[in-house]
T-cell receptor, first 114, second 115 residues
Framework: AQSVTQLDSQVPVFEEAPVELRCNYS??????LFWYVQYPNQGLQLLLK??????LVESINGFEAEFNKSQTSFHLRKPSVHISDTAEYFC????????????FGTGTRLTVIP | DSGVTQTPKHLITATGQRVTLRCSPR?????VYWYQQSLDQGLQFLIQ???????AKGNILERFSAQQFPDLHSELNLSSLELGDSALYFC??????????????FGPGTRLTVL
């Protein structure tokens, strides 16, 4: 079984400041790792994912996440946030040997303060 | 717009009733997933269908059932509704059922309120 822990339920940060959203996972099998973002009153959108290869993955809007196998972490970072980054961020995993369904963390609400 | 449509957007009903939520996947996607998002349970996987066949089951109650039709749209049936079933129900779709880390495209959700 897999589980995902997002310790920070809410993260307020000032505009143009850096931010890190933490994600740790637990699994007895290899997993793929994802970050999804949910803007207010919308469905979830894929932000970035790690399947294999380079442990640092980037999104088109400046976010990056690093897979750390020894610490079973996949933290999300952005060096300078914008107001438009205000949203709920979900870390998720899927079992590489199983079906494609996702196991989600409880989410982190990022609020960017002007 | 993800290309996944869900109807209705909102549903208000009473305890003990039965409702049907509908989902149309993106054009070309054969897999459909249902997720439940509630304040106390977070986002939970319910069930997955691939090309009409059940592919994986998660934390889906026995009072809930789903199916995927030949035109690939899917319906989630919730019966004997309880107050605790109030939640946002998301449908997602992807190209295949094979886990290659394919992106899942989420619909806007159906908000169910049980009174």
């Amino acid at each position: 079984a897999q589980s995902v822990t997002q310790l920070d339920s809410q993260v307020p940060v000032f505009e143009e400041a850096p931010v890190e959203l933490r994600c740790n996972y637990s699994s007895s099998v290899s997993v793929y790792l994802f970050w999804y973002v949910q803007y207010p009153n919308q469905g979830l959108q894929l932000l970035l994912k790690y399947l294999s290869g380079s442990t640092l993955v980037e999104s088109i809007n400046g976010f990056e996440a690093e897979f750390n196998k020894s610490q079973t972490s996949f933290h999300l970072r952005k060096p300078s946030v914008h107001i438009s980054d205000t949203a709920e961020y979900f870390c998720a995993v899927s079992d590489v040997t199983g079906a494609n369904n996702l196991f989600f963390g409880t989410g982190t609400r990022l609020t960017v303060i002007p | 717009d993800s290309g996944v449509t869900q109807t209705p957007k909102h549903l208000i009903t009473a305890t003990g009733q039965r409702v049907t939520l509908r989902c149309s996947p993106r054009s070309g996607d054969l897999s459909v997933y249902w997720y439940q998002q509630s304040l106390d349970q977070g986002l939970q996987f319910l069930i997955q269908y691939y090309n009409g066949e059940e592919r994986a089951k998660g934390n889906i109650l026995e009072r809930f059932s789903a199916q995927q039709f030949p035109d690939l749209h899917s319906e989630l049936n919730l019966s004997s509704l309880e107050l605790g079933d109030s939640a946002l129900y998301f449908c997602a779709s992807s190209v295949t059922s094979l886990n290659r880390g394919d992106e899942q495209f989420f619909g806007p959700g159906t908000r169910l309120t049980v009174l």
